[in-house]
């Protein structure tokens, strides 16, 4: 069974650092592009970033740029984000999902396997 398995979440004060993972499991790392999403209570969800099959490319929302990092381990089947600077707007549930195909995408239709998400605290 495809699965993809958050963890990391936390309680932090603002100003600190979280590194969430995402775990693959019954499936290929290296074929699928894989994004961060988070939603957060009464907003609407929104992509935070990705990283392609090759790791070649990350895309990152302009919320978290210079404070957000994506990277891949594909032999250990896992993809990480490295937040830093956390800030209180920070706070949501950040789900992994990963698609079959090299490229990222920025739409959550397009993305077939998600996570069940990891919660992220951030207070002021």
């Known amino acids: 069974q495809w699965q993809l398995v958050e963890s990391g979440g936390d309680l932090v004060q603002s100003g600190g650092s979280v590194r969430l993972s995402c775990l693959l499991s019954?499936?290929?790392?290296?074929?699928?592009?894989i994004a961060w999403f988070r939603q957060a209570p009464g907003l609407e969800g929104e992509g935070v970033s990705c990283?392609?099959?090759?790791?070649?490319?990350?895309n990152y929302v302009d919320s978290v740029k210079g404070r957000f990092t994506i990277s891949r381990d594909n032999a250990k089947n896992t993809v990480y984000l490295q937040m830093n600077n956390l800030k209180p707007e920070d706070t949501a549930v950040y789900y992994c999902?990963?698609?079959?195909?090299?490229?990222?995408?920025?739409?959550?239709?397009?993305?077939?396997?998600w996570g069940q998400g990891t919660q992220v605290t951030v207070s002021s």
């Open positions: 019954g499936f290929t790392l290296e074929y699928y592009s």
């Open positions: 999902a990963a698609r079959q195909t090299q490229w990222c995408a920025g739409r959550r239709y397009e993305y077939d396997i």
């Open positions: 990283i392609d099959s090759r790791g070649d490319t990350a």
